[in-house]
């Protein structure tokens, strides 16, 4: 079953229930899946993930401005969309990955940055996000 069949299936199941915040957040999510695959993207994950991305950054920005009340909104739609990804990795799980990267490319310096990234998130299989990847990476390399 992928994942837009679930969420259609959540999204019958939140509007039997009345729930009206989550209703409105899988049917975006649902949207934007459909979205891709009729334009040929079957990635479902990366669709979530940028998604997800999207809500968290609003979420931020809408704090920034003072507007707590909207940040909140956009952080339950964020909470909503991570249900249906794979759980994330843990800190010591992705620093050995990047260890791994860093062996396997023979990176020695933070110049050797790109290599080390393009492998380390091939490995991560979209379990972690880029900005953990990167800084791990750089940590190491320093």
Same mark, same amino acid.
């Given at each position: /079953?992928?994942?837009?069949?679930?969420?259609?299936?959540?999204? *019958?199941?939140? /509007?039997?229930?009345?729930?009206?915040?989550? $209703?409105?957040?899988?049917?975006?999510?649902? @949207?934007?899946?459909?979205?891709?695959?009729?334009?040929?993207?079957?990635?479902?994950?990366?669709?979530?993930?940028?998604?997800?991305?999207?809500?968290?950054? @609003?979420? *931020? =920005?809408?704090?920034? =401005?003072?507007?707590?009340?909207?940040?909140?909104?956009?952080?339950?739609?964020?909470?909503?969309?991570? $249900?249906?990804?794979?759980?994330?990795? #843990?800190?010591?799980?992705?620093?050995?990955? $990047?260890?791994?990267?860093?062996?396997? *490319?023979?990176?020695?310096?933070?110049?050797?940055? #790109?290599? $080390?990234?393009?492998?380390?998130?091939?490995? *991560?299989?979209?379990?972690?996000? #880029?900005?953990?990847?990167?800084?791990?990476?750089?940590?190491?390399? =320093?």
């Amino acid at each position: /079953m992928s994942i837009a069949d679930t969420v259609k299936q959540d999204l *019958t199941t939140a /509007m039997k229930a009345g729930e009206k915040d989550r $209703v409105g957040a899988l049917r975006l999510v649902l @949207s934007e899946l459909q979205k891709a695959a009729k334009d040929g993207n079957d990635d479902e994950q990366a669709i979530l993930r940028r998604e997800r991305k999207r809500r968290l950054e @609003s979420a *931020t =920005a809408f704090r920034e =401005a003072g507007r707590v009340e909207l940040a909140e909104g956009e952080e339950a739609e964020a909470a909503i969309i991570q $249900v249906y990804l794979p759980a994330e990795l #843990g800190d010591d799980e992705l620093r050995q990955i $990047v260890a791994d990267a860093i062996a396997e *490319t023979g990176a020695s310096s933070p110049k050797d940055m #790109g290599g $080390v990234m393009k492998a380390a998130m091939e490995k *991560t299989g979209g379990r972690a996000d #880029g900005k953990r990847v990167s800084a791990l990476a750089r940590e190491a390399l =320093a």
